[in-house]
């Protein structure tokens, strides 16, 4: 029986409930390699615990376990299959959560401010005075996961860096959501850019990570930003400085764009936000 493990094991291994192994037994997915006839205990080998896996991709993805046995062949799993079908099922939960948070945002909007889309804007407490065409905004600390954008990407493309996005937080088992958008930070002389998710949940563990990994994670102060709306993405830096230069105070700075989310901003032709901290 060495070569067999319980099924008490198998939960404990791969964090899946008896009750749910005993529920792909019932319905085909995942029959025990042997079942003890006196005691019906039910037993497995370390060769099924690759379909074990595909069963938690599943899941995941949001594909229907009944759906399985169309991934098997010769005995097992067509995983590139099972992956592709589960990034176009990504890509569509992605478009809802999108169309979703659209919807809140310009609950929001008809809540608080016409001008941001966001919530009202309080006043400033940095108490600078701003150049035309833009507002102050008092926003919580954010943590955000990050990709590098290389200077031939395009927004057309971003989809993807957003789809590479969700795949990594669920990598590092942290929950990230929108709003999303592009970091533009220039330090040292030396420009750069990363697509953006924000980070809505993460545990102790993921907290300790994201304040040592810079590379995959930025972590933005709380603070007074001074803000203002642009109709397309940001594809000049020189250009967008040079326009901030009356609010930009350091020679290192980040400029947050955003993707409000708003529809009313979208008709009026201006769906995206520039924010820079202006309270240290």
């Not at 005995?75 to 990504?90: E, V």
């Not at 919807?103 to 966001?118: A, F, Y």
């Amino acid at each position: 029986m060495s070569q067999y493990m319980s099924i008490g094991k198998i939960s404990k291994l791969k964090n899946v409930s008896i009750k749910s192994l005993r529920y792909y037994d019932q319905i085909g997915i995942l029959k025990p390699a042997f079942v003890n006839t006196e005691t019906n205990y039910r037993y497995y080998t370390k060769d099924q615990l690759y379909l074990l896996d595909a069963i938690t991709v599943c899941i995941k993805l949001g594909i229907p376990l009944k759906d399985l046995n169309n991934y098997v062949e010769n005995n097992s799993i067509n995983l590139q299959k099972l992956l592709y079908d589960g990034k176009i099922l990504a890509e569509q939960k992605i478009m809802e959560i999108h169309n979703c948070l659209g919807t809140l945002q310009e609950t929001l909007q008809n809540m608080g401010s016409s001008v941001t889309g966001m919530a009202k804007i309080p006043e400033s407490k940095s108490g600078i005075l701003l150049p035309d065409g833009f507002y102050h905004n008092a926003v919580e600390e954010r943590r955000l996961l990050i990709v590098p954008l290389d200077e031939m990407d395009t927004p057309k493309y971003y989809g993807q860096h957003i789809l590479k996005l969700f795949v990594t937080a669920q990598q590092h088992g942290i929950t990230a959501s929108y709003p999303s958008g592009v970091l533009h930070e220039y330090k040292n002389g030396v420009y750069s850019r990363h697509m953006f998710l924000t980070i809505a949940e993460a545990g102790t563990e993921q907290l300790t990570q994201i304040e040592q990994n810079t590379e995959t994670f930025r972590i933005l102060p709380q603070g007074d930003y001074a803000c203002r709306r642009i109709s397309t993405h940001m594809s000049d830096f020189d250009s967008i400085k040079e326009e901030m230069k009356e609010v930009l105070k350091d020679g290192d700075f980040c400029i947050i764009e955003t993707d409000t989310l708003s529809e009313q901003n979208k008709k009026d032709g201006y769906p995206f936000e520039l924010e820079y901290d202006i309270s240290h």
